[in-house]
């Protein structure tokens, strides 16, 4: 039963096209982020939601619009898809948003931007 | 300065041999650390987590934490060849910071 899902694994597109990547977690954690991991493993955050509102927004282009629909799902839209936005997408959720526990993350999304 | 430094290796160590992996951090009200294990193709799990000066052993892992000296480590006693990976460093400072990681090849 995994705890932090994503969908889906891969993801091959065309520049300049829309698409999103979903992520649902069960386990009834309030904290859910994005994160995205470039081509040196570098892994840096994106959004962070707490029970539906977001908390943290880094300097991401407004082509990136996330959405919590309720606590247990946090979903990626983007727009006008770039080459530069090849990466791994990872979710994650955490019980709190006081760092005081850890992170868990889904499995992850290979974007590929052709 | 990144928040979070990590020396990216590659780290090379014989089977059985102690492996020791370094993290400073810029940040002094940083709060909570924690040490990440990614294998390649895979997502991080948690090693270990940190909030106290001091060490904390778990099995054959045992991270180390100065704060004042604003350093974070994790040695790995009795390396195999299945730690071999890419261990991510974390550090809370109201959102949770990657250093880039240092791969670490455990040779049989």
């Known amino acids: 039963d995994t705890a932090v899902s994503q969908t889906p694994k891969y993801l091959v597109t065309q520049m300049g096209n829309d698409k999103s990547i979903k992520c649902e977690q069960n386990l009834g954690h309030d904290t859910m982020y994005w994160y995205k991991q470039d081509s040196k493993k570098f892994l840096k955050i994106m959004f962070s939601y707490n029970n539906k509102e977001l908390i943290i927004n880094e300097t991401v282009p407004n082509r990136f619009s996330p959405k919590s629909p309720d606590k247990a799902h946090l979903n990626l839209h983007i727009n006008s898809l770039e080459l530069g936005d090849s990466a791994v997408y990872f979710c994650?959720?955490?019980?709190?948003?006081?760092?005081?526990?850890?992170?868990?993350f889904g499995q992850g999304t290979r974007l590929t931007v052709v | 300065q990144k928040e979070v430094e990590q020396n990216s290796g590659p780290l090379s160590v014989p089977e059985g041999a102690i492996a020791s992996l370094n993290c400073t951090y810029s940040?002094?009200?940083?709060?909570?650390f924690f040490w990440y294990r990614q294998y390649s193709g895979k997502s991080p799990e948690l090693i270990m987590s940190i909030y106290s000066n001091g060490d904390k052993e778990d099995g054959r892992f045992t991270a180390q934490l100065n704060k004042a000296s604003q350093y974070v480590s994790l040695l790995i006693r009795d390396s195999q060849p299945s730690d071999s990976a890419t261990y991510l460093c974390?550090?809370?400072?109201?959102?949770?910071?990657f250093g880039q990681g240092t791969t670490l090849q455990v040779k049989p």
């Open positions: 940040d002094r009200v940083s709060q909570s």
């Open positions: 974390a550090v809370f400072t109201g959102k949770l910071i």
């Open positions: 994650a959720s955490s019980q709190d948003r006081n760092g005081e526990t850890e992170a868990f």
